[in-house]
């Protein structure tokens, strides 16, 4: 029997387990499943602690979440082909739930599926190495309670430790002098600590986004984003601004490119992180920005110089949950010979293909359109199916009303992609709800 090895349980690993466990319902004859997870908890990035830098284990902290984050995408945008949340919940909700509520609908699947026992809790990969006269891969995992190495052999290794836990830090002449308090978003935990406060935003995409109005929304007194080339261009409420890149700080004072200068009590770098594997060797590690299509990455997910590799989630995102999904079921039926890979040089010949089509886009309707075909592309090929047709369109409509409002398009309710019925709008308005607990979500 093939071994496996999963590295996470967060949503890759979570699908990536929930395919094999899909397939052995249906009876099917799985290898053996080994999941590796440095937390106590399944979840990934999902779940909420207030440690920064590192954990109980001196290990560094995975987790971004902060409290009071709702989904910034429509719900039904990564519901899972097999599993809607009118299934989980029992009737249908708003379609941008809190994180406890979206966490609660993640980790269901797995509880429900019943695969617990195939994660070891509390431990954390170190080394993969390629064996290549035993065609295997040698694991070497700490359990992290008892400080004890364990070696195992594998067949296949499936990399699913996604790329948004270790911060990309870029730095500015003068900011080793700046009095106040200078954090990445990874380390963003709560954004009524901001409250009174003039805070400086480095970045300009999602975290960035989010941010700027969680921390505007609970009482930072002014907030400024700064960008590098283009700005998001919202229609912000008062109190919060955009300005081009940083020249320099002098003290509290920042000096813009533009000229413009501006006094602040705090900085937050929303910069991005790092696709970061130091577990890998190098012949085995991907190195990428953050893309829609990295290279060496056959189909987005086999390492094309040893197949028998697997990476889950590495490309830039706009689906998330039905993605890693896809990918984890085509991962799957290529493991159990249902799908035969081709030659390195057909596959080769794919990936430049994307990565072709990937250099044309212009505009974020392009990208989701390429992302959905991607999608489609995968589930030809295996057992799960959702309308991604729908759900592109939903995506196109998110963007839209972002445009319109961007305090008011949490507001807004979608069609679901699995069951097509439409979302019920949340009983007050997201600028003006402080509360994100499920209990007065779902109320």
Not at 126 to 140: E, T
Request: charged fraction near 25%; include cysteine; charge should be negative.
């Amino acid at each position: 029997m093939s071994r496996i090895a999963i590295v996470g349980a967060g949503p890759c690993g979570l699908s990536q387990m929930r395919a094999f466990s899909s397939a052995q319902a249906n009876g099917a004859d799985i290898p053996e499943i080994v999941c590796f997870e440095k937390q106590n908890d399944w979840g990934g990035l999902w779940n909420y602690s207030w440690r920064t830098g590192t954990d109980e284990y001196g290990e560094t902290c995975h987790g971004s979440m902060y409290k009071y984050l709702w989904s910034n995408g429509p719900k039904e945008c990564l519901e899972f082909g097999d599993y809607s949340f009118e299934e989980h919940f029992g009737r249908s909700i708003p379609s941008f739930p809190p994180r406890e509520t979206l966490r609660n609908y993640i980790t269901g699947r797995a509880e429900l599926a019943g695969f617990r026992d195939w994660v070891k809790f509390g431990h954390v990969v170190r080394d993969v190495n390629y064996i290549k006269d035993a065609n295997q891969f040698l694991v070497r995992a700490v359990d992290l309670l008892n400080q004890k190495d364990a070696e195992e052999l594998f067949d296949y290794v499936v990399v699913a430790n996604g790329h948004f836990s270790v911060p990309n830090l870029p730095t500015f002449t003068g900011i080793d002098n700046f009095p106040g308090r200078v954090i990445h978003g990874h380390d963003f935990r709560d954004a009524a600590e901001f409250q009174g406060q003039r805070l400086l935003i480095v970045g300009a995409s999602y975290s960035a986004e989010d941010i700027a109005l969680q921390s505007k929304k609970y009482g930072a007194t002014s907030v400024t984003c700064s960008y590098r080339t283009t700005p998001m261009g919202f229609d912000w409420p008062d109190g919060i601004e955009e300005l081009p890149l940083i020249d320099h700080f002098d003290g509290e004072t920042a000096h813009f490119s533009n000229g413009a200068k501006r006094d602040f009590d705090s900085i937050i770098l929303c910069t991005g992180y790092l696709h970061h594997f130091p577990f890998l060797t190098e012949e085995l590690r991907l190195i990428t920005t953050n893309r829609l299509y990295p290279g060496k990455l056959y189909k987005g997910i086999f390492w094309t110089d040893n197949p028998k590799l697997v990476y889950l989630g590495m490309q830039d995102q706009y689906y998330t949950f039905s993605m890693f999904d896809v990918q984890a079921w085509y991962a799957r039926d290529v493991v159990m010979g249902r799908i035969e890979l081709p030659s390195y040089s057909e596959m080769q010949s794919d990936i430049d293909n994307w990565q072709q089509r990937e250099e044309s886009l212009t505009n974020p309707s392009e990208d989701i359109d390429f992302q959905t075909d991607y999608c489609k592309d995968l589930s030809t090929r295996v057992d799960y199916s959702l309308d991604w047709d729908l759900a592109a369109q939903n995506f196109k409509d998110w963007e839209h009303h972002k445009e319109e409002s961007i305090i008011g398009y949490r507001d807004k309710a979608f069609r679901s992609p699995v069951t097509h019925a439409h979302a019920p709008t949340h009983h007050t308005a997201w600028w003006e709800e402080m509360n994100d607990s499920t209990e007065i979500f779902l109320s």
